[in-house]
């Protein structure tokens, strides 16, 4: 199984997928979008303290890769773009579903306390984080509100919000999966994040 590398082969591969719901397909376009689901759940488990304490990397990632598997068998994207948004969808849901079910006040971690925590295999002690209390911590709320903000966004505005937050693409990368100009990215990513700042004053993305 070799995961496509470039716009034209994944494009190849969501074709084959939609004719003829080649498995393999579908498993080598996982492939390649794990690897950016994994960036951005390590990225994002910072910024989720109720999640971060329970749950390591490998489980957000295995739970948000089962969930584009099973997209996949519903609905075929037409290009990379497309898959990208996809993959973006399913990190998203994952992340809050887990904020969820940490938080909740009969949740195992709202009825426990411990000095440890244990982060991608690692057991540590809260105080080797503690850099982490001088900012504030983030709620479920704020997390809902961002999305629904994000979710509300104008079409090519949210394209790029999601490639940049969600899945940490590059703009140069953004740029080329939209077959458009570095100057536009930006332009929209700008637009996005003072969009979200007159909905969310004091948490402007960056």
Same mark, same amino acid.
């Given at each position: 199984?070799?995961?496509?590398?470039?716009?034209?082969?994944?494009?190849?591969?969501?074709?084959? +997928?939609?004719?003829?719901?080649? &498995?393999?397909?579908?498993? %080598?376009?996982?492939?390649?979008?794990?690897?950016?689901? =994994?960036?951005?759940?390590? =990225?994002? !488990?910072?910024?989720?303290?109720?999640? /971060?304490?329970?749950?390591?990397? %490998?489980?957000?990632?295995?739970?948000?890769?089962?969930? +584009?598997? /099973?997209?996949?068998?519903?609905?075929?994207?037409?290009?990379?773009?497309?898959?990208?948004?996809?993959? #973006?969808?399913?990190?998203?849901?994952? !992340? @809050? %579903?887990?904020?969820?079910?940490?938080?909740?006040?009969?949740?195992?971690?709202?009825?426990?306390?411990?000095?440890?925590?244990?982060?991608?295999?690692?057991?540590?002690?809260?105080?080797?984080?503690?850099?982490?209390?001088?900012?504030? %911590?983030?709620?479920?709320? $704020?997390?809902? $509100? @961002?999305?629904?903000? #994000?979710?509300? +966004?104008?079409?090519?505005?949210?394209?790029?919000?999601?490639?940049?937050?969600? *899945?940490? *693409?590059?703009?140069?990368?953004?740029?080329?999966?939209?077959?458009?100009? *570095? $100057?536009?990215?930006?332009?929209?990513?700008?637009? &996005?994040?003072?969009? +979200?700042? &007159?909905?969310?004053?004091?948490?402007?993305?960056?």
């Amino acid at each position: 199984m070799v995961a496509p590398q470039d716009d034209r082969q994944i494009g190849e591969t969501l074709r084959r +997928l939609g004719e003829t719901q080649d &498995a393999a397909a579908r498993e %080598d376009l996982i492939v390649w979008a794990s690897e950016r689901i =994994r960036e951005i759940a390590q =990225r994002m !488990l910072r910024t989720f303290p109720a999640v /971060r304490r329970w749950e390591e990397t %490998d489980d957000v990632v295995q739970n948000a890769v089962l969930r +584009l598997d /099973r997209a996949l068998r519903q609905t075929v994207p037409l290009d990379a773009r497309g898959l990208v948004g996809l993959a #973006a969808t399913q990190v998203r849901r994952e !992340l @809050l %579903d887990l904020a969820k079910k940490h938080r909740g006040p009969e949740s195992y971690g709202a009825n426990h306390e411990t000095n440890y925590q244990r982060l991608d295999g690692e057991l540590r002690a809260k105080i080797a984080d503690a850099a982490d209390e001088r900012e504030p %911590d983030d709620t479920l709320e $704020r997390w809902t $509100r @961002l999305h629904a903000a #994000a979710d509300s +966004l104008p079409e090519e505005e949210r394209e790029v919000f999601h490639m940049c937050w969600y *899945l940490g *693409l590059k703009q140069e990368e953004i740029a080329r999966l939209l077959d458009c100009s *570095l $100057r536009t990215v930006k332009r929209r990513w700008e637009s &996005a994040k003072e969009r +979200l700042a &007159a909905a969310m004053p004091g948490e402007r993305p960056e």
